[in-house]
C-alpha cells in the first residue's frame, strides 16, 4: 500500500466502525472510536480513530477530524495513566507499508511504558485474551474526565 490509495471501506477498522467485527470499545462520540489494540505492545495499548473520515494517514485527513482525533488521544492518555500508572506513554502513528504501517484508516496508538517492561515489537506481539482487555478498558474508562 502506498501513501496514495483510494480508501478500502473492507479495512479492519472501518469494518469495527460499522461493527462487522467486534473490538474492546473504551469509548466513543459522534466523532471518535478508541478500542483496545486486540495485539498490544504493552499492557493497555489502545486506538483512536474517526468516524468521521475516510482518511488512510496523516496527509489525508481533514484538520476538523484531526482534531478531534488528538484530543480523543489527549483524553485517553490521561485516563490510561491515572488507571494503569505507566512511568511514560507513546503516541505512535504509522504511514505508508512502508512507514509501517498495517491498517489503512488512520489512527493513532497510546502505547504504556514502563521501564522494566520490554515493549513488544509492532505487528509481533500475541493476540490478548478478550477479557484481560476487557478489564483494561474499563479501567481506562473509568478514569475518563
Ligand atoms: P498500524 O500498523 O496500521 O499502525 O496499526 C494497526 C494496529 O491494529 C496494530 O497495532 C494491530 O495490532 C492492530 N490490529 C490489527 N487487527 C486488529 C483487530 O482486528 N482488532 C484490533 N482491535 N486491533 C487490530
Redesign the pocket.
Given at each position: 500500500m502506498t501513501l496514495h490509495a483510494p480508501y478500502d471501506p473492507d479495512n479492519?477498522?472501518a469494518r469495527?466502525l460499522k461493527g462487522q467485527?467486534p473490538?474492546?470499545k473504551v469509548w466513543e462520540d459522534a466523532d471518535v472510536l478508541v478500542?483496545?489494540?486486540?495485539?498490544?505492545?504493552s499492557e493497555g495499548?489502545v486506538?483512536v480513530v474517526s468516524k468521521t473520515s475516510t482518511a488512510r494517514n496523516l496527509l489525508e485527513i481533514e484538520p476538523e477530524a484531526l482534531a478531534k482525533v488528538m484530543e480523543a488521544t489527549r483524553r485517553t492518555a490521561r485516563a490510561v495513566e491515572k488507571a494503569l500508572k505507566p512511568e511514560g506513554f507513546q503516541i505512535?502513528?504509522?504511514n505508508g507499508e512502508a512507514g509501517?504501517?498495517?491498517?489503512?484508516h488512520l489512527?493513532f496508538?497510546i502505547v504504556p511504558r514502563w521501564a522494566d517492561r520490554p515493549m513488544k515489537g509492532?505487528?509481533h506481539?500475541p493476540m490478548a485474551d478478550t477479557e484481560a482487555l476487557r478489564a483494561l478498558a474499563d479501567r481506562i474508562a473509568a478514569e475518563l474526565e
Open positions: 479492519i477498522f469495527i467485527i473490538s474492546v478500542f483496545m489494540d486486540v495485539f498490544p505492545q495499548h486506538l505512535l502513528q504509522f509501517g504501517q498495517t491498517v489503512f489512527h496508538h509492532h505487528g506481539a
